[in-house]
């Protein structure tokens, strides 16, 4: 089976190119090279490469940023999305899409399933939302895939601003009051490599993180004490660390779905914290 995986130069991309370890039925795109907003680029590579599976890791993911680049926000998150399911309908390709908890407006109590109410806050939900209701519209071989708070070795992320600032700052405030589980981008790639190596029909929406809850004060503080970074660190309110784009208080979703059908094993946050951040250090 060819998989083509666009946005393979991000941080989810970056995590599958490096598990499947240059093996030739894998394509990863960088946005030149599979730029999702252009259609006919994006029909010139599938007529090129006829893909079985489409792994769409591309994404606008600059939540506040997104509030005053709205167009393009949605040219990525909503359009180009909906390009990739037509064309993936067209050419008969299985399309596995990473989307996000920000869809939700977070103020819930207990974990968010699948089939909860969407109702996100800014734009950059708003427009991973219209990117998932494209998918559903057109397309019916297609796994939609929420996940929260990624990290890895790769990219920017929250593990790895949090080190350079313990190594330039003597104490930092974080949120206390947003809670939601740290994904390890490792993790994630793993549940998608085996998604598609096991040739599921079982299609549709799924919730994806690793397991536990944090606040991103707990995740800070875990990446302090497993990193052995010595920091003074603060716990405060979201009203006195204000945003451009609101945030959801409640991000932990419910991933019994995706253990029931797949009989996947899903590690803890901390114990994959742990393991980025030994492989932070060989770096």
């Known amino acids: 089976m060819k998989t083509v995986v666009f946005g393979g130069s991000g941080q989810l991309g970056q995590c599958l190119a490096e598990q499947v370890q240059g093996n030739p039925n894998y394509v990863f795109l960088s946005s030149d090279e599979g730029n999702v907003t252009k259609a ?130 003597n104490e930092l405030s974080v949120v206390s009051d947003q809670v939601g589980t740290p994904t390890y981008a490792m993790d994630l790639a793993a549940f998608i490599l085996n998604l598609i190596s096991s040739k599921s029909e079982t299609y549709g929406l799924y919730h994806y993180s690793d397991m536990g809850v944090a606040s991103w004060y707990d995740f800070a503080h875990s990446i302090f004490d497993l990193g052995e970074k010595k920091i003074n660190l603060s716990a405060i309110k979201t009203s006195q660390y204000p945003t451009r784009a609101r945030r959801p208080f409640n991000s932990v979703m419910d991933k019994s779905k995706v253990i029931a059908t797949f009989g996947e094993h899903i590690p803890h946050w901390r114990d994959s914290l742990r393991i980025c951040l030994k492989n932070l250090v060989k770096k």
């Not at 390709?93 to 207990?110: A, P, Q, R, W, Y």
């Not at 209701?133 to 790895?160: C, D, M, P, Q």
Request: hydrophobic content about 40%.
């Open 40 to 169: 006919d680029q994006l029909r010139h590579l599938f007529e090129k490469l006829k893909p079985d599976v489409v792994v769409n890791c591309a994404a606008y993911t600059a939540v506040d940023k997104a509030e005053d680049e709205i167009d393009l926000a949605y040219a990525i998150n909503s359009h180009a999305v909906k390009n990739l399911a037509i064309l993936s309908k067209e050419y008969n390709s299985k399309l596995i899409h990473i989307s996000t908890d920000f869809v939700f407006e977070g103020n819930k109590v207990g974990l968010l399933a699948e089939d909860d109410e969407c109702k996100p806050q800014g734009v950059y939900g708003a427009s991973k939302l219209e990117g998932e209701e494209n998918i559903r519209a057109i397309h019916s071989k297609y796994f939609i895939v929420r996940t929260s708070w990624l990290y890895s070795e790769y990219g920017g992320n929250f593990v790895k601003t949090m080190l350079r600032l313990a190594d330039s700052r």
